[in-house]
C-alpha cells in the first residue's frame, strides 16, 4: 500500500482544514487506517484511527470532540477533518495504514507498517 497525504496548510486558532489520504493498492479497504503527528523535537503522536469497515473509531485525547475521520473504500481515500484548531495542533501529519481486516484500533506507530509523506498543518494563534 502507498499512501499520499495532502491537504494541510496554515490556519487561524478556531479555524479548520481537511486532510485526505489517497492510497494505491488492492488491500486498501482491508486496512486499519490511522492520522499521526509529530511536532518538531516531540515523537509522534496517535491522532486518530478507524477500522477497515469505518465501524470502529478511536481518538487520541488531545483531539477528542474536534478532528473526525471517515473512510471511502471505494475511493481508497480516508480524510481527517480537524475544527476548533489548536496553536498546539501545528504538526506534521502522517496517515498510515495498520494491520488488516482487524477491528482493533492500534494507538501505537510500530503497529502501523506503511506510511505517507506527511503533510505540514501550521496553526497561528
Known amino acids: 500500500v502507498q499512501l499520499q497525504a495532502s491537504g494541510g496548510g496554515l490556519v487561524q486558532t478556531g479555524g479548520s482544514l481537511r486532510l485526505s489520504c489517497t492510497a494505491s493498492g488492492r488491500t486498501f479497504g482491508l486496512h486499519v487506517m490511522g492520522w499521526f503527528r509529530q511536532a518538531p523535537g516531540k515523537e509522534r503522536e496517535f491522532v486518530v484511527g478507524?477500522?477497515?469497515?469505518?465501524?470502529?473509531?478511536s481518538e487520541g485525547d488531545s483531539v477528542k470532540g474536534r478532528f473526525t475521520i471517515s473512510r471511502d473504500n471505494a475511493k481508497n481515500t480516508v480524510t481527517l477533518q480537524m475544527d476548533s484548531l489548536k496553536a498546539e495542533d501545528t504538526a506534521t501529519y502522517y496517515c498510515?495504514?495498520?494491520?488488516?481486516?482487524?477491528?482493533?484500533?492500534?494507538?501505537?506507530?510500530?503497529?502501523?507498517?506503511?506510511w505517507g509523506q506527511g503533510t505540514q498543518v501550521t496553526v497561528s494563534s
Open positions: 498510515a495504514a495498520g494491520p488488516l481486516g482487524v477491528t482493533t484500533i492500534f494507538t501505537s506507530s510500530a503497529q502501523y507498517h506503511y
Open positions: 478507524i477500522s477497515w469497515n469505518g465501524r470502529r473509531i
